[in-house]
């Protein structure tokens, strides 16, 4: 079972995946900011991060950036209610890149993508 590890300051976001996708099979851990991002992926080992980019103290594109530098291989799906980001150059380190909705088909979607892409690694 993979494990995933939802970033997202807006708790209803953050309990509205945590939900679907644990019925979806997932193994599901969150933090509710990038404070200690890092450690908490040492720790958790997630097989996969979706991220939120605009938080109320950190920016998801930094901390997009810091993952990479330290676990080049773990796939990150950015999450974001604002398409406008897709424009920034930080974005195309993320594996996907998702527009926040309330239906989670899409999200699933690139979740298994993103770990079919992984493990075939």
Request: proline letters at 2%.
């Amino acid at each position: 079972m993979a494990k995933i590890l939802i970033v997202d300051d807006e708790e209803h976001i953050r309990f509205l995946y945590s939900e679907e996708l644990a019925e979806a099979g997932y193994e599901i851990t969150t933090a509710d900011s990038g404070y200690m991002l890092l450690e908490k992926i040492e720790t958790e080992k997630p097989d996969l991060v979706v991220l939120d980019i605009k938080m109320v103290d950190y920016n998801g594109l930094d901390l997009l950036q810091d993952i990479r530098n330290k676990f080049y291989e773990l796939p990150v799906i950015l999450c974001t209610a604002y398409d406008t980001f897709k424009e920034d150059m930080k974005s195309i380190a993320a594996d996907f890149y998702v527009i926040k909705s309330f239906d989670l088909t899409e999200l699933k979607n690139k979740i298994k993508l993103a770990l079919e892409a992984n493990s075939a690694i």
